[in-house]
């Protein structure tokens, strides 16, 4: 196969707003040694995106300077040190940035097989918010079979996929969101109670339920002191993102007297071979639910635009308004 040399990108002219994003021309990347190149079909849009975007969230020394932090396709070029995977295979990546573009450098340990039941565009969406989850929440952890699994923000591509891994993994999932019609979609899902957050408190909901075991949470602010009164004893905490902020006066006292760890992290950031290593336990442990009979995984698309449209593709998920993932697509 003849590559071409140049290809199509999303570029930002400056930090800002979703206008500030704009097609661009690049030249085609080059695999290291340890990577493959993938021809993109499709590259999700995650909220890292729109917080680079904003100019909050800049990319790892060495890391392309493009958005995009996951993607599938086709592998047409390979490094000259990797041996898991060979031209014409078609995969699903996690990235460190680049994804929005044609063509895209990926190390080949974080590259995955496409599930099965799942189209090519599709599994664009399943690497960013499964290695986010599964390495916050299952990855060499003890899970307490038919413990309480809180999940805030439950509509959303995190939230989405923290429901479903949770109860293909055996855990009693209640679930935050904003509507009436985004709890019924999180029940769709597999949650055991969807908790509408605008009319109903969450905190006596899981008191009276016995208290949460883990709690993921994007939404921080004031739900940093009401997930500590909503957990149980040893329960664990999650911070993933704060959109109401980071910064908040909390009683630490019931984090000693229940014995909670509050934990959190940023995926990019991890060590390759970190990623490497939840890559490989995502398809010996995960990647079997989207076989299973009946199905327990499966991918959450919302819709998809043109590569070009990226900056509606950030509109619509800063409205908040999706269900599922938001895809860009080639």
């Known amino acids: 196969m003849t590559l071409p040399t140049q290809m199509t990108v999303i570029e930002m002219r400056e930090a800002g707003g979703p206008d500030v994003l704009v097609s661009g021309k690049r030249d085609v990347p080059q695999p290291r040694a340890d990577e493959v190149l993938i021809k993109v ?56 940035g680049g994804g929005y573009a044609e063509y895209v450098a990926v190390t080949a340990s974080h590259c995955l097989p496409i599930p099965e039941g799942v189209s090519e565009i599709d599994a664009a969406g399943l690497p960013e918010t499964y290695f986010t989850v599964w390495s916050n929440v299952f990855f060499q952890q003890q ?8 999940v805030h923000g439950g509509a959303g591509g995190i939230g ?26 999180c029940g769709a899902l597999g949650a055991k109670q ?3 957050f605008k009319q109903d408190d969450f905190v006596p909901i ?7 075991d883990i709690i993921l949470d994007i939404i921080g602010g004031d739900y940093v002191a009401r997930n500590i009164k909503a957990a ?9 993102a704060f959109n109401l ?10 984090v000693m007297l229940k014995r909670l760890t509050l934990t959190g992290s940023t995926l990019r950031s991890r060590p390759e071979a970190f990623k490497s290593a939840v890559a490989t ?8 639910f989207f076989d299973a009979a009946p199905v327990q995984l499966q991918a959450t698309t919302f819709t998809s635009f043109d590569l070009t449209d990226a900056a509606k593709a950030h509109e619509l998920m800063e409205s908040g308004t999706q269900r599922g993932k938001i895809l860009l697509t080639i």
């Open 206 to 212: 899981l008191r009276e339920a016995g208290g949460a």
């Open 143 to 150: 899970i307490k079979q038919d413990g309480i699994f809180l």
């Open 41 to 96: 079909t499709a590259a999700g849009v995650n909220g890292p995106d729109l917080v680079q975007r904003r100019g909050h969230y800049p990319p790892p020394k060495g890391a392309s300077d493009l958005l995009g932090l996951e993607v599938s396709g086709e592998i047409v070029a390979v490094g000259a040190a990797q041996t898991q995977w060979a031209v014409g295979d078609h995969v699903c990546a996690l990235t460190n």
């Open 245 to 254: 902020g980071s910064k908040m006066e909390i009683d630490l006292m019931p």
């Open 232 to 240: 149980h004893a040893d329960a664990r905490i999650v911070q993933l």
């Open 281 to 288: 336990d995502l398809q010996k442990t995960a990647w079997p």
């Open 194 to 196: 969807a908790i509408n």
């Open 160 to 185: 989405s996929t923290a429901i479903q891994l949770g109860t293909a993994m055996g855990l009693q999932v209640f679930a935050t969101a904003d509507s009436d019609e985004a709890c019924a979609y």
